[in-house]
């Protein structure tokens, strides 16, 4: 594998003037030929001239955050970093490369979770170039290469979690949003690091269950939520009817047989787990009548 090799430059500045002073030599060596008619001079006055513009375009520029691959003939020679004009060989070949913080949402995929249920899914990946020679000589095009390889870690991840997690401390899709990002990050990495770029974070920014089943997870979400419910208000209502007829039965307020606890815990339980307001029945009669 191709690994970045960080050159020195020439400062761009110091190698203007040099070629600036070559160029005014050039044009003092044409005047004088003109005025002498010296053919010798003519000819070291395009020489010059010749040199001057060759230089010239060995000068470049490299901004901030960026990058420059230089290749001479198809070998690579190293990477500018250095911010700033710069100059190198004018033979080389001067590819820019960003090495700025980047991001992209991938599209919404489609796929099956752990259970086999389809939902939509998409991830925001953040990303930049740490390694420029892998970049550039290791994949045909990296920023296509982080795209494919970002999405196609997105669909690997969706079908090792469920969407929802149906048992204590299971990991799934829509609870446990820290571990899966980890998870994701995790991955991508390692699809990426032949690449020469740096996965920073990584976060599902979409999920949700696919159209076709959307209305029937809803009902199964809803029904869950009412069995949970009703169950925390049976556990309530039981531990005050408990709580009832111990108090009852220690301060001696009055004696009932079973049938008449039973007939009591029925109301309680009426009462306290009922949606509707309890209807007072007055009994003009004894409990027994």
């Excluded at 005025?35 to 000068?59: K, Q, S």
């Excluded at 690449?195 to 979409?206: D, K, M």
């Excluded at 111990?246 to 109301?267: G, T, W």
Aim: glycine share 6%.
């Amino acid at each position: 594998m191709i690994r970045e090799l960080e050159t020195p430059q020439v400062p761009g500045l110091p190698a203007l003037f040099v070629f600036l002073s070559m160029l005014g030599f050039s044009a003092w060596l044409a005047v004088t030929a003109l005025r002498h008619e010296d053919v010798l001079g003519g000819l070291l006055w395009i020489f010059g001239f010749v040199v001057f513009a060759v230089c010239l375009g060995g000068l470049f520029m490299v901004n901030p955050n960026e990058a420059r691959v230089l290749q001479l003939f198809g070998d690579y020679r190293g990477t500018a970093k250095t911010p700033g004009l710069r100059w190198a060989n004018p033979f080389y070949s001067k590819r820019a490369i960003s090495v700025r913080v980047r991001n992209f949402e991938s599209a919404r995929l489609k796929v099956n979770d752990a259970d086999g249920n389809p939902v939509e899914i998409a991830a925001v990946v953040v990303w930049r170039v740490v390694d420029t020679a892998e970049a550039c000589f290791e994949v045909d095009d990296y920023e296509n290469y982080v795209k494919v390889q970002s999405e196609a870690a997105v669909r690997n991840l969706a079908t090792r979690y469920p969407y929802d997690a149906h048992e204590d401390h299971q990991t799934s899709l829509r609870g446990s949003t820290a571990a899966v990002a980890g998870d994701l990050k995790s991955e991508i990495q390692e699809r990426l690091s032949k690449a020469g770029v740096q996965a920073i974070e990584a976060r599902i920014s979409h999920l949700a269950y696919a159209p076709e089943i959307a209305a029937a997870m809803l009902q199964r979400q809803q029904a869950g939520a009412i069995v949970a419910a009703r169950q925390r208000i049976v556990d309530g209502a039981v531990g005050m009817v408990e709580m009832a007829l111990a108090r009852l039965s220690s301060h001696k307020i009055v004696e009932l047989d079973e049938e008449r606890k039973a007939a009591m815990v029925s109301n309680l339980l009426v009462v306290l787990c009922g949606e509707r307001a309890a209807q007072p029945v007055v009994n003009t009669g004894t409990i027994y009548q």
